[in-house]
């Protein structure tokens, strides 16, 4: 149906009748309201006028998501600072310390 429905001037249309058997072909002037009509959804909105309607003007709405990653990743250090044993070696040779040591992480879960 129709949102808008307004007549937007007024035409005088020729109509003719054809010849029936003993009848001649006869024609009278109708006078017709010309219409535009507007139908509106979420989706469009399209416009018409006309005794044989034309489309006037249509326009498309289309529908857009936004779509937003609400997780940070955090990116971890690659550098490390950790305490605890390990195997070292020395001036008596291998033996086992406990110590601070400073590197870089080459893989991690």
Same mark, same amino acid.
């Given at each position: 149906?129709?949102?808008?429905?307004?007549?937007? %001037?007024?035409?005088?249309?020729?109509?003719?009748? +054809?010849?029936?058997? =003993?009848?001649?072909?006869?024609?009278?002037?109708?006078?017709?309201?010309?219409? %535009?009509?507007? /139908?509106?959804?979420?989706?469009? #909105?399209?416009?018409?006028?006309?005794? #044989?309607?034309?489309?006037?003007?249509?326009?498309?709405?289309?529908? =857009?998501?936004?779509?937003?990653?609400?997780?940070?990743?955090? #990116?971890? +250090? %690659?550098?490390?600072?950790?305490?605890?044993?390990?195997?070292? /070696?020395?001036?008596?040779?291998?033996? +086992?310390?406990?110590?601070?040591?400073?590197?870089?992480?080459?893989? =991690?879960?």
């Amino acid at each position: 149906m129709p949102v808008v429905r307004t007549v937007v %001037r007024y035409d005088t249309v020729l109509v003719a009748l +054809p010849a029936v058997d =003993s009848l001649p072909e006869d024609s009278a002037a109708v006078v017709l309201p010309i219409e %535009r009509k507007t /139908y509106e959804t979420e989706d469009y #909105k399209a416009v018409v006028e006309g005794y #044989k309607p034309s489309l006037v003007e249509m326009e498309i709405y289309r529908q =857009s998501t936004i779509v937003t990653n609400t997780v940070v990743q955090r #990116k971890r +250090p %690659r550098w490390a600072l950790t305490v605890g044993p390990g195997v070292g /070696y020395g001036p008596r040779g291998v033996q +086992p310390y406990v110590g601070v040591s400073f590197g870089f992480v080459l893989w =991690s879960k």
